[in-house]
């Protein structure tokens, strides 16, 4: 089993910036791609971005430009930089990871509300 555990959430004025943590823990397992995905009330969930072991990253439409996702592989840790938030960023964001051999794990997400 693979837990994941997400921090960083809150409320942030428009044009602001929050930094979102994920950090993986449980059986030895080995992760190919981590990344965030956001889901905002009657919306479907998104992606916002993934980066592989080897950091190679995909960003959502929305978001290039504006977020970094970064990640330590020795610590099975992905960050989120989001800058320049507007109110259309508010949404619960996922972390989730993809462990070799095994499947794809979610976090239990985290809420991320930017005022106007």
């Known amino acids: 089993q693979v837990q994941l555990v997400e921090s960083g959430g809150g409320l942030v004025q428009a044009g602001g910036s929050l930094r979102l943590s994920c950090t993986a823990s449980g059986s030895p397992f080995r992760i190919n791609v981590m990344g965030w995905y956001r889901q905002a009330p009657g919306k479907q969930r998104e992606l916002v971005a993934t980066i592989t072991r080897y950091r190679s990253t995909n960003y959502g439409d929305s978001v290039k430009g504006r977020f970094a996702i970064s990640r330590d592989n020795a610590k099975n840790t992905v960050l989120l930089q989001m800058n320049s938030l507007k109110p259309e960023d508010t949404a619960v964001y996922y972390c989730?990871?993809?462990?070799?051999?095994?499947?794809?794990?979610w976090g239990q997400g985290t809420q991320v509300t930017v005022s106007s």
């Open positions: 989730n990871a993809e462990v070799v051999e095994v499947g794809a794990y």
